[in-house]
């Protein structure tokens, strides 16, 4: 029971964060398409904030709205209701000019490349550069970095019919980044590639958003990526459904990367094993586990702290205090034998919570944790 690690408090990046300027505002936005009997409406009273450098990865079963809510983002649709700023515009009733400066500032990467058959992969790339008038030389610098970036060095001068799909979807992808964006929309962008490639895609966003600040949403299905988004919305119907929870999600994963039995977790498992973890709070003087229960949860301290009680059959003695960010609960899980201490708590508190089940397979997968946890325990008898 005693058994204790300390951990760093939630990652200083994360909280960071929270003071960036918002490069996304989405207030109470709604949308319709059609007129009249036919009008049918495809966003509900939509909320998002996005923060520059983030990256949101959005997702949602076909036709729950997420093009569209992209698209208005992206000045390619007219803000009908609600309220919606880039960086700092508002869009609704937005005129021609501002939304003329606004798209120079904007990388859009959709399914559909369209691509100039005429032109080879360069002059594509390059014609994005010229419509916001980029410095030519700075231009062919810019433009040779990505292609080689995205493993196309070898056909920069390639025609489209001379390109497999994913190598023009990669070529699209380069013709959206070319002007240096300072938000990037990409709608499905590794549909057409494989995990290799989209990998590729994936680790060059993470490199715009921590080196240029680059703000980037993404709709995709392939779950391959979700690891590098800070954050993961969920469209239902027109509605973004979860996003509050995913948040919490991402700060249970900040913690949860400080301790050794994660560390050896991918991303995506870490974010599976974030995602079934309870919350649990207590009052000060609640008892959290009692001693001879059976163990079902094993408890991570995200706030507060607990005292730790033993009753040698005699009397009951407080024998430790665990406080924010060390676990406990673990024992029972372990050894299949009852609760070997009560815990109580010492104010209010918060903890994570991870199910027996779930709680092995995440030891099953932490070699080196298991191997220190029975060292502790039983190492020592
Ligand atoms: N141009 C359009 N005209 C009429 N209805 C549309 C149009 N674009 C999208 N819709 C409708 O709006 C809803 C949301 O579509 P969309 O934003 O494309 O969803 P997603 O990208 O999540 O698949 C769907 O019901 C779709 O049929
Ligand atoms: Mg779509």
Redesign the pocket.
């Known amino acids: 029971m005693d058994s204790q690690t300390t951990i760093p408090a939630t990652s200083g990046a994360f909280a960071e964060g929270m003071h960036l300027p918002k490069t996304v505002q989405v207030a109470n936005v709604n949308?319709y398409?059609?007129e009249g009997e036919l009008r049918?409406q495809?966003?509900f009273s939509n909320n998002l904030d996005v923060r520059r450098g983030e990256i949101v990865i959005m997702t949602?079963?076909?036709?729950?709205?997420?093009?569209?809510?992209?698209?208005l983002i992206g000045t390619l649709r007219t803000v009908q209701e609600g309220s919606l700023k880039v960086l700092g515009n508002e869009l609704q009733g937005a005129d021609r000019d501002l939304i003329v400066r606004l798209r120079r500032e904007l990388g859009f990467i959709f399914q559909a490349h369209n691509l100039f058959e005429s032109l080879t992969a360069y002059q594509n790339v390059n014609m994005a550069a010229e419509l916001v008038g980029l410095d030519p030389q700075i231009a062919e610098g810019r433009i040779k970095s990505l292609l080689t970036r995205l493993g196309l060095g070898d056909r920069v001068h390639y025609k489209p019919k001379s390109l497999s799909g994913g190598q023009k979807q990669r070529v699209a992808i380069a013709r959206g980044l070319v002007h240096k964006p300072k938000l990037i929309l990409a709608?499905e962008p590794t549909a057409a590639l494989d995990e290799k490639s989209g990998r590729e895609v994936v680790t060059l966003f993470q490199e715009l958003a921590r080196d240029e600040g680059c703000t980037i949403i993404m709709?995709t299905h392939d779950n391959r990526i979700l690891d590098v988004a800070d954050r993961i919305v969920n469209?239902v119907d027109?509605n973004i459904k979860s996003d509050v929870a995913v948040q919490e999600t991402s700060v249970i994963c900040e913690f949860l990367k400080g301790f050794p039995l994660f560390a050896d977790l991918t991303p995506n498992t870490l974010s599976e094993v974030a995602d079934k973890m309870m919350v649990h709070e207590a009052d000060a003087g609640d008892v959290v586990i009692r001693q001879g229960d059976p163990g079902e949860l094993f408890y991570l301290i995200r706030g507060g702290s607990v005292d730790v009680l033993i009753d040698d059959g005699t009397e009951e003695k407080t024998v430790a205090q665990l406080n924010q960010g060390q676990y406990f609960g673990e024992t029972a899980l372990i050894t299949d034998e009852p609760r070997n201490a009560t815990i109580v708590a010492r104010e209010k508190s918060i903890f994570y919570a991870l199910g027996k089940a779930d709680f092995r397979v995440v030891l099953e997968t932490s070699a080196t944790f298991e191997e220190e946890l029975r060292q502790a325990l039983f190492g020592r008898q």
């Not at 949602?60 to 809510?69: A, I, N, Q, V």
């Open positions: 949308h398409f059609g049918k495809a966003l949602g079963p076909s036709g729950s709205g997420k093009t569209t809510l992209l698209t709608d709709v469209m027109g």
